[in-house]
């Protein structure tokens, strides 16, 4: 039940973005629902080797280096899926800041605090 819980609130988080980033687009909530899943899958699957390649990088920029790599699996969760899209890296950049803010704000008031396992 609470990933179906943490599912809707990413779907949300995303439907919210194009309001904020208008060079962020979403055609609906079914878009949203299955972009989601792939954003979860890929910060799974990739994320962590991605890190892992880039951990000299990522030391020497202080950590900085983490919000590059989550804009470009942010942007290419855009390239995957058809009706999610994304103009640029920029946008890819203040998106993919947006969506995790967004998502935790949305778990923290639905949820009461606890922690969603994001």
């Not at 792939?38 to 880039?54: D, E, F, H, S």
């Not at 969760?77 to 704000?105: M, N, P």
Request: without cysteine.
């Amino acid at each position: 039940m609470r990933i179906l819980i943490t599912w809707l609130i990413n779907a949300l988080a995303l439907l919210i973005l194009p309001y904020i980033i208008p060079s962020i687009q979403i055609r609906g909530f079914g878009t949203a629902l299955a972009a989601a899943v792939v954003l979860g899958l890929i910060n799974a699957l990739i994320r962590p080797l991605l890190v892992l390649l880039t951990l000299p990088v990522t030391v020497l920029t202080l950590g900085l280096f983490i919000f590059v790599i989550n804009a470009l699996l942010f942007q290419f969760a855009a390239w995957i899926l058809k009706g999610f899209e994304v103009a640029d890296f920029w946008s890819a950049l203040f998106g993919s800041i947006l969506y995790s803010l967004i998502s935790w704000l949305l778990a923290w008031l639905i949820l009461g605090g606890r922690s969603p396992n994001l």
